[in-house]
């Protein structure tokens, strides 16, 4: 038989063999009816809701001509959580959306009835977003400008974790604090107006009135949980002899005496009382606090801890996140560094040799150790998911103290300089020239702030207390009763407004006022320098004599701006210190 016909009959066969039925495939189960109507309905859902937004879902049928009648039983979400959801027009519903700490998936059903009684789910997912930023402030004491790597000024500094900061986050190249010196810095940063306000101008004029609204009191109104460790300095301290002479008239100023003070006396003015929930407020070896760093929570006592106490306050911080990692939270760690006395442990000394300045060794190990205590922080953060959702600001208190020419005494012995530079700024710690005042300013938001920003533009630490707040939800009569702006590099924000923006400065028998590119400076009645900051001699190439319509501008904005605080001080002469300073940095 030849090819052709074996092919025709193959054909035959196969024809016979469908026509028959022979292999046919068995007939498809029927669909379920709940399934079928959970197929022919949906919930309409935003892709993003934010936390404590008025989130609207609509119910929809996918074919309207066949579609019945239905009614909502009831919700669930896959959070567990019971939501209270508004019918606002016929399919249309509203809700708000429940509160999560960092991003959340998110997905709702409903449960409907149809004509016939038959009941079927319909399920929509989305992504909750937080809207409550959590806010640590990492504030160190008398680093310089010099001294974080991510400035790339000097090559002996190690601080990975505080460059991977700037690196992931924004570093603002001209970034200021308050004042020069401890107590006033830290009052501004503690309260976000300029401290001289409320009259804590210099360390003379501890404690800070009890009158005075904190950042601590104004995140609790936000309904965060807030924490303080480490330095305060806003105390009663040997400086609050003006206090002492207000407070008690009729005793003479030579008996004042911090340990004859009652303690609930001097409790009044810790930051337990001062809107801080949390606390391990202290310096070495001695701290008040209420959670021990096992995570317990304790009563408010002076407990005695000889560990080194810059790892104190960094365990103290993580502690907390241990405790709050499930609220909103605002935290100031406030490590003791590289401010003297000078101590590191022989584990940290151990990374840097020995170099000709033995003050500079024990500096770095220092702010080492901070930044070790920086990657434990952000550690525990990524460790419960909320990294992202967390504001992280770094900043120095004030300049480094560098007696004039960086004395290498023993550390035993009282020597100004503390081993850290200010280096390429002119001045040091008490002065308004640049290195007292402009400081390692870096500000971490991975959910918001674009990585590896630098902001040039001048901003100043009350602008970082501003924009926290306003991310938090603060109103708009709060935010108006602070002395910042807005300054995060969000989508469409113009940092060009800064340069628009005054930042003032009053400390002893000095003034300062910065607009943009230039800067006035007076020192006592007669010394006046106008400084272009955009050049390579600011700080050392006075204007005055060339702009005087810039000069009349800069002290006009000044003098207005000094009219407004608490106090009026004479400035006509300086104190041998500003001398010797005016002399050393600023007289040809």
């Known amino acids: 038989m030849d090819a052709a016909k074996l092919c025709g009959l193959f054909l035959l066969s196969l024809l016979c063999v469908v026509s028959c039925g022979g292999d046919s495939q068995p007939p498809r189960p029927a669909v379920p009816e709940e399934e079928q109507l959970s197929r022919s309905y949906s919930i309409t859902l935003p892709e993003e809701i934010t936390s404590d937004d008025t989130v609207s879902l609509s119910v929809n049928a996918s074919n309207d001509s066949n579609a019945q009648k239905v009614t909502i039983e009831s919700w669930n979400t896959s959070l567990g959580i019971p939501l209270s959801i508004v019918n606002t027009s016929d399919g249309v519903y509203s809700f708000i959306a429940p509160q999560v ?67 992931n986050g924004v570093l ?22 300029y401290q001289q306000r409320f009259g804590v101008d210099d360390n003379r004029y501890t404690p800070i009135p009890e009158n005075v609204i904190t950042m601590g009191d104004r995140f609790s109104e936000l309904g965060y949980t807030t924490g303080l460790v480490g330095k305060w300095h806003l105390e009663i301290d040997q400086n609050s002899k003006p206090w002492f002479k207000e407070n008690f008239p009729n005793t003479p100023i030579s008996e004042f005496n911090l340990g004859n003070l009652p303690s609930s006396l001097k409790e009044r003015y810790y930051p337990s009382s001062k809107g801080y929930k949390y606390n391990y407020f202290g310096y070495a070896n001695r701290y008040w606090t209420n959670f021990d760093l096992k995570g317990n929570e304790t009563r408010l006592a002076w407990v005695s801890n000889s560990d080194y106490r810059l790892d104190v306050i960094s365990d103290a911080a993580t502690q907390f996140i241990d405790i709050n990692h499930d609220e909103p939270f605002y935290l100031h760690v406030a490590h003791y560094a590289p401010h003297v006395p000078l101590e590191a442990t022989e584990d940290y000394l151990s990374l840097f040799p020995e170099q000709s300045a033995n003050r500079r060794r024990y500096a770095l190990a220092m702010m080492y150790a901070v930044d070790a205590g920086v990657g434990s922080i952000v550690s525990k953060l990524e460790e419960y998911g909320i990294l992202d959702n967390t504001i992280i600001a770094f900043i120095s208190d004030n300049g480094a103290p560098i007696g004039l020419d960086f004395t290498d005494a023993p550390i035993t012995e009282k020597e100004t300089w503390n081993g850290s530079l200010n280096t390429p700024l002119i001045g040091e710690k008490g002065m308004l020239t640049d290195g007292g005042i402009k400081v390692p300013f870096i500000v ?54 800064l340069f628009d923006r005054p930042l003032f400065w009053r400390f002893w028998n000095q003034s300062a006022v ?11 009645a007669e010394h006046e320098f106008l400084f272009d900051m955009s050049s390579e001699e600011a700080n050392s190439n006075n204007l005055i004599s060339d702009m005087p319509d810039k000069t009349e501008e800069l002290k006009r904005l000044y003098n207005a701006w000094n009219a407004e605080m608490f106090r009026q001080p004479q400035q006509n002469s300086l104190n041998s210190q500003e001398r010797e300073w005016l002399s050393f940095y600023l007289t040809p």
């Open 101 to 167: 700490r960092k991003r959340t998936p998110f997905i709702i059903t409903a449960k409907l009835v149809n004509e016939t009684g038959t009941k079927f789910n319909v399920s929509a997912q989305s992504l909750i977003l937080p809207s409550k930023p959590n806010l640590i402030v990492i504030f160190t004491d008398d680093q310089g400008y010099a001294d974080v790597g991510a400035h790339n000024i000097v090559s002996d500094i190690n601080t990975p974790n505080i460059d991977k900061l700037a690196a």
């Open 172 to 193: 603002f190249s001209n970034g200021y604090i308050t004042a020069p010196q401890c107590t006033p810095s830290r009052a501004g940063m503690i309260t976000g107006v």
């Open 444 to 497: 971490h938001w991975p959910d918001k702030l674009q990585g590896n920003t630098v902001v040039d533009e001048p901003v100043i630490s009350l602008d970082v207390l501003y924009s926290a707040l306003k991310s938090a939800g603060a109103s708009e009569s709060t935010l108006s009763e602070l002395d910042g702006v807005e300054i995060f590099p969000t989508q469409g924000f113009d940092t060009s407004i």
């Open 514 to 524: 910065r607009l943009g590119n230039y800067k006035y400076l007076k020192m006592g």
